[in-house]
């Protein structure tokens, strides 16, 4: 099994909304990774984080709260988001963070929507 | 410090012919390079992949790309391109903490 599995696929959210966004991998990676995409633009790294611990903050505002329960799981909650924070989420997996030779594997994002 | 350079926002094609994308990185120690393909509005999925040894490596769907160091180049080939290649392409480098994307060329074929 080689698949990061993001759900859900689409989500439309109001402003004053709470939603999560989740990502699951079962390749017994442990490292896991949080991009947000623009249109047109590469991905842009958020979170990483390594043995279930946050590892890598790119300075994201605080309306984005990640959080890793196991292993496996990688969640994105969201809180009071402003119409710009409209984007595709994507979540990644790799082997171990911190080695160079392991690649991302991506999931199929979150397409996300704030009104 | 790390950077990805694709210096070819748009490329079209027509199908059978030859594809050639390019990425120039930037990156202080030996490199980690791959290139990605994403459709439109999907995730990315990995061509191929360069650690070490063979300069030339070949990928999925026909993909090949070649590393020369003297040039802090990875460009991306396939000899006969097909409909179903048009999509968006990334070249990434691999730091062992996180991966650094190229800015992407979109490719647009022509029957």
């Known amino acids: 099994d080689t698949e990061v599995t993001q759900t859900p696929k689409h989500l439309v959210m109001g402003m004053t909304n709470k939603k999560s966004l989740k990502c699951e991998q079962h390749?017994?990676?442990?490292?896991m990774y949080w991009y947000k995409q623009k249109a047109k633009k590469p991905p842009e790294l958020m979170f990483v984080y390594s043995y279930e611990k946050l590892s890598i903050n790119e300075s994201v505002p605080s309306r984005f709260s990640p959080e890793c329960p196991n292993s496996s799981l990688l969640n994105l909650h969201l809180h009071a988001l402003q119409p710009e924070d409209s984007a595709l989420y994507l979540c990644?997996?790799?082997?171990?963070?911190?080695?160079?030779?392991?690649?991302?594997?991506f999931g199929q994002g979150t397409r996300l929507t704030v009104v | 410090a790390q950077s990805v350079t694709q210096p070819d926002i748009h490329i079209t094609v027509s199908e059978g012919a030859s594809l050639e994308l390019r990425c120039n990185y930037s990156?202080?120690?030996?490199?980690?390079l791959f290139w990605y393909v994403q459709s439109p509005g999907q995730g990315l999925q990995l061509l191929l992949k360069y650690f070490s040894g063979d300069t030339l490596v070949q990928g999925i769907k026909g993909f090949e790309a070649e590393f020369k160091r003297s040039q802090s180049s990875f460009n991306l080939r396939k000899p006969s391109v097909h409909w179903s290649d048009a999509a968006e392409y990334f070249c990434a480098v691999g730091t062992g903490n996180q991966f650094y994307f190229g800015t992407g060329t979109s490719l647009t074929v022509i029957p």
């Open positions: 990156y202080g120690a030996t490199p980690y």
């Open positions: 990644a997996s790799s082997q171990v963070a911190g080695y160079m030779n392991t690649e991302a594997f």
């Open positions: 390749m017994g990676h442990r490292a």
